[in-house]
């Protein structure tokens, strides 16, 4: 996950096999929603710029926050898929002893921290993200977006995301979001999540 990229903009391969998160997220999902949709939007935004210098001459990150809707839309749908993709692993590790101090000092518990996260999935309407970021006095906050929005990299380092587009779970749970979310907190990548926080 490189917020610093610039166009022409590349998908990036899944770290992982694609049928290594069975049962968890199947093959069939994690295909539709790699190749599919998280490709699409790296073909869209680069169609929407392909013709302007000044955009291709912005990072990723900017603009997910620009206020043209096309292209911020699609730079946040670029962006927050591979963050997403990045925060799963088929190798799951418990968090390590500094992430849980961390949790410890901005939930009261790690235990408190992942029942936060998970319940603020769960109460999502309609199309968006959550996200555990680090604020910059180096707490970790519990976030929610709209659709493809992003997180403000000016006040947040983002730790990882969830996503809680339907097509991240429909085919394979369909209205079942909880048993998705819990699938989602049994493969996050601690590890990955770790390594992006400022305050180490
Ligand atoms: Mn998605």
């Given at each position: 996950m490189d917020p610093d990229k610039y166009y022409p903009f590349k998908a990036a391969p899944l770290?992982?096999?694609?049928?290594?998160?069975?049962?968890?997220?199947?093959e069939y999902t994690m295909y539709f929603h790699h190749d599919k949709h998280y490709c699409g939007y790296v073909d869209k935004l680069n169609g929407l710029i392909k013709n302007s210098p000044l955009m291709q001459n912005i990072p990723l990150e900017g603009l997910a926050m620009l206020d043209d809707d096309d292209i911020r839309k699609n730079a946040g749908g670029v962006y927050n898929h591979e963050m997403y993709f990045s925060s799963l692993t088929p190798q799951y590790r418990e968090p390590s002893a500094k992430m849980i101090k961390k949790m410890n000092e901005s939930f009261g518990s790690a235990e408190k921290m992942m029942s936060s996260l998970a319940g603020a999935a769960m109460d999502i309407t309609g199309s968006g993200w959550v996200w555990l970021a680090e604020n910059r006095n180096g707490r970790l906050e519990i976030l929610v977006t709209k659709d493809q929005d992003i997180i403000d990299p000016d006040k947040y380092s983002p730790l990882l995301n969830i996503d809680?587009?339907?097509?991240?779970y429909y085919l394979d749970r369909q209205n079942r979001r909880n048993e998705y979310i819990q699938a989602v907190m049994n493969s996050i990548n601690w590890i990955g999540a770790e390594n992006r926080m400022k305050d180490i």
């Open positions: 770290a992982y096999d694609i049928k290594a998160l069975c049962p968890d997220i199947s809680l587009w339907e097509h991240a």
